[in-house]
């Protein structure tokens, strides 16, 4: 029974002679333009005053910060002299 089964899984060779390349691009479509033409035109960024860069380079530097601490020794350290000064 062992080998009848074994025979059934080889036998089918088709399957494994036919492969597909791995750069192989999709046919071309007709629909492709039609795409295109209901896709809109990207909106361009409004520009950043100095008071909205300001803010945005304050929140960097602190999620910088924040990570700094989450990831690296200098946080657990930090962490267990807070638990034990506070615990």
Known sequence: MQTALDESVFSNTDMLS????????PPPSSSASALDA???????PTPLNAQDRAFLAQHIGAEQIRLL??????????ELLVTFLLG
């Open 18 to 25: 036919s492969t597909i390349p791995l750069n192989s691009s």
């Open 38 to 44: 209901a896709v809109p035109p990207p909106i361009a």
């Open 69 to 78: 601490y989450r990831f690296s020794l200098v946080g657990y350290l930090a």
